[in-house]
């Protein structure tokens, strides 16, 4: 089993930033992948960005490109994602997730672009 505890959310104004935080304690093993999903009020989870077990790799989705960025320390078993010029449509409960054989996804944060 994994578990996965988040951190970071909140209240924030359109162009502001926040940075989230996601540590997996548990079965950890190397060839993972970690990420963030969000789903946004009223509507279907989705893909916000994943990144490989060595960090080489990551992929985005188009709406945040080039204003979100996915990190990850292993020493530390925790990924971050940092957010830049958030926008209302970026409101959402972010949710944590980490695969080896299977998903795992934590409780997931709060995030509110408002003014």
């Known amino acids: 089993q994994v578990q996965l505890e988040e951190s970071g959310g909140g209240l924030v104004q359109p162009g502001g930033s926040l940075r989230l935080s996601c540590t997996a304690s548990g079965s950890i093993s190397s060839g993972d992948s970690m990420g963030w999903y969000r789903q946004p009020p009223g509507k279907q989870r989705e893909l916000v960005a994943v990144?490989?077990?060595?960090?080489?790799?990551?992929n985005y989705a188009g709406s945040v490109k080039g204003r979100f960025t996915i990190s990850r320390d292993n020493v530390k078993n925790t990924v971050y994602l940092q957010m830049n010029s958030l926008k209302p449509e970026d409101t959402g409960v972010y949710y944590c997730n980490y695969f080896i054989l299977r998903n795992y996804w934590g409780k997931g944060t709060l995030v509110t672009v408002s003014s």
């Open positions: 990144i490989s077990s060595g960090g080489q790799t990551t």
